[in-house]
Structure formats: C-alpha cells, structure tokens
C-alpha cells in the first residue's frame, strides 16, 4: 500500500475517533459504564465480522500467536481507556488532553525497542511543534504548583500520562501486529475481548455497569462508528506507516474534536487556542511533506 493512502486511512481513523465526545456527550451515562460496554459491543462486533468474513465461526478459534498478540494488545487498550477516564475524573480537562496527546513521546522509543523503527526527523519535530501546539489549544497547567500539592490532581495527572502511555502501546501494538502477520479483524476479536473483560470490572467494582435505555443507541454508535470502524481503517493503514508517524498523526484527534465542537456545540477557542491548533497542524503537515518514503515502513506480510 502507498504511503499516502496509508496516511489518508490513518487520518480517517482519527477523524472517527473525533466523534467520540459527541456520542459520549448524548448518552449522558457515568463514563465507565459507557467505556465498558463499547468494549462489549466492539468484542462482539469485530468478532461477527471475523465470523462473517473468514468462514464462520470456526474463524473465532484463532491461534497461539494470535492469541497472545490480541491478549497484549488488550492490556493496552483496557489501560489507555480507563486511565483516560481517570485523568477527566481527577484532574482538569486541559491537563488531561494534554498529557494524553504526549502518546508520541512514549511511541517513538516504544517502536525503537519493540522493532527497531528508526523515527524520521520530521516527524520527531513534527511531534515537538504539534504537542506545543496541543498545550496552547488546552490551556494546560501543568507547571502549576497548586497540580503538585493537591494529591487528587497529581493522582489524575499520574493517570493521564498512563493513558498516554498505554494509546501509545496501542499504537505501537497495531503495527507490530502487521508486522509479525497475524490475522487483522480475528486480532481485534481477541484485544477487544480482553479489554472489554478488563473494563467490565472496573465497571463493576465502581458499579457503573448500568446504563440508562436513552443512552443504549449512543453507546453502540460510539463502539460502531468511533471503535470498529477507526480500528480497522488504523489496522490496514499501519501495514506500511510507522508506529511513531502513526503517533504524530493522532494528534489531528484533538484539531478534529476542536472543529466538530465549534460546529455541533457552538464551543469555540480562545486566541492563543487557534494559535495552538495552528502548531498542532504545521506539526502534522510537516512530516507529512517530508521527503518520499519518510515515516513510511516496509509493508507488513
């Protein structure tokens, strides 16, 4: 697959994952629940499509390595979407957002010891000048010592930098996946299954599990449009797109939101917020105009 077609799936991805606030917004249910049930949802579903695609259901018994890959990757998406919904809970929104989006920092090393994937300068800049530009889009106060005094801030922020961590393992899992071969949508089946296990639980122990009949429609569209969907366009993108351009590219999340919000919900930016989704741009732009074959990998089988 080209490298511009990789790009353009990749970033389609990223443009379903922007929908997420909105699904999420309308369902109006405590946010673990609905994080656990779009992982149930998203299980059975990548599941029927494997089924349906591959042969039946003799498809779902898949292999060792399978099995072992899915269950890895699993781990990663169960923490980077928890930890995720921790940072909201404890910490400020802004904090949030942007310790999340500091995914390339861990992706690029990540990639390095996972497969040797050397990182292309442009898109190690590309991720400085985006991840300046996330900081000035959300007004991040991080370097406040009121962040460092309050346990229940500093316990939130702990928390969003472990969801940044484990979306960078997601990221850095995906392309592995491609690279050793195993089977795209029984993959997902078994992550998915996993972290759908592992949420429940978290759900359970909070006791969140329950989910009011109004939110039902929103939660499936969330794991349908804003999981399954994104995952596989994800999946197929990162056959021949590197893990830490891959990293970089997610953080056109964050301008896509940005953009949806002013024109569903009528939520705008300040000055230096524009500012910032300027960087956030130019940092993407940038790795994506470097010279011909940069960010890209080798195909995976």
Not at 89 to 109: I, S, Y
Not at 198 to 213: I, R
Not at 223 to 234: K, Q, S
Request: proline residues 5%.
């Amino acid at each position: 697959m080209k490298a511009a077609a990789s790009k353009l799936l990749v970033l389609g991805a990223f443009l379903a994952f922007s929908l997420m606030p909105i699904f999420t917004r309308e369902a109006s249910a405590p946010v673990l629940g609905i994080v656990a049930w779009r992982a149930i949802v998203v299980a059975l579903v990548f599941g029927a499509w494997t089924a349906i695609s591959e042969g039946g259901l003799v498809a779902l018994r898949v292999s060792r390595a399978t099995l072992r890959m899915g269950g890895v990757y699993g781990v990663a998406l169960a923490l980077a979407s928890s930890t995720f919904v921790g940072g909201y809970a404890l910490t400020t929104v802004a904090n949030t957002v942007f310790l999340h989006n500091l995914a390339p920092a861990v992706a690029f090393p990540l990639a390095w010891w996972a497969f040797r994937e050397r990182p292309a300068t442009e898109a190690i800049t590309g991720a400085v000048v985006a991840m300046i530009g996330v900081g000035l889009m959300s007004g991040v106060s991080i370097v406040q010592f009121s962040q460092f005094s309050n346990p229940r801030f500093l316990l939130g922020d702990l928390s969003a930098v472990a969801s940044a961590i484990g979306y960078a393992g997601v990221l850095v899992l995906t392309r592995r996946a491609r690279v050793i071969g195993t089977p795209l949508l029984a993959t997902l089946f078994v992550a998915w299954s996993v972290a759908a296990a592992l949420l429940t639980g978290v759900a359970l122990v909070f006791d969140t599990m329950a989910l009011p009949g109004h939110a039902i429609p929103w939660v499936i569209g969330l794991a349908i449009v804003c999981t399954n969907i994104p995952f596989f366009l994800l999946s197929l993108g990162m056959r021949s797109l590197k893990a830490g351009l891959t990293s970089v590219l997610s953080m056109s999340e964050v301008v896509f939101t940005t953009v949806l919000g002013l024109l569903v919900y009528g939520e705008g930016l300040a000055p230096i917020g524009w500012l910032g989704a300027g960087f956030v741009v130019l940092g993407l732009v940038y790795p994506l105009l470097g010279p011909s074959g940069e960010g890209a990998a080798a195909p995976a089988p």
